[in-house]
């Protein structure tokens, strides 16, 4: 498609879907080939490009010619900004299950009981405490465990991989499956 063709399109689009259409078809591998940039966890490069695709209609129904940008250069824009907003909140949603997982209750049973409580508290909480430390400790590899520590301690997920000289997806990957190996352990916090 030509630039006058694309442009009669792209005036066009606003009263005909098949307009519309033509544009998304014409555009597409340029959406996937965003999408190969990107990384979703859990998700497939199709919901990226259903991401893309949404940015690349939002794109053809807000154009504006007089702005002396090229319809590609904005699409490719609004294709990119749809898809990190994905990405981010995909982040986002798993950081907050993963926090749920990991609150300041189970922190607290990772730490030995007080010695404020009065006896029967120390007996629950220890009780609690060695059984969170034995799942943990069974469940999760060395390298699992420590990054868990690390990460209960407040360090980010860049401090942790520097520490242990890997990447940030490993960390990432590592905070992952302990969340799934350790899920169960939310259940059994109120024995």
Partial sequence: MNIIEEQELLNSAKKSELAVETLLNSYKPLVSKIARQYFLVGGEIDDLVQEGMIGLYKAIQT????????FKTFASLCIKRRMQTAVKKQFTIKSSVFNELFDDEMLDYMEPPSEKENPEEKAISKEKYE?????????????????????????????????????????????????????????????
């Fill in 131 to 191: 059984y969170m430390n034995k799942e943990i400790k069974t469940k999760l590899s060395d390298f699992e465990y420590e990054v868990l520590k690390k990460y209960l301690g407040g360090l980010s997920y860049v401090d942790i991989a520097k520490e242990y000289n890997v990447s940030k997806k490993s960390v990432d990957n590592a905070l992952f499956r302990i969340r799934g190996k350790l899920t169960h352990l939310l259940d059994d916090t109120n024995y």
């Fill in 63 to 70: 154009y504006d010619e007089s702005k002396n940008a090229s």
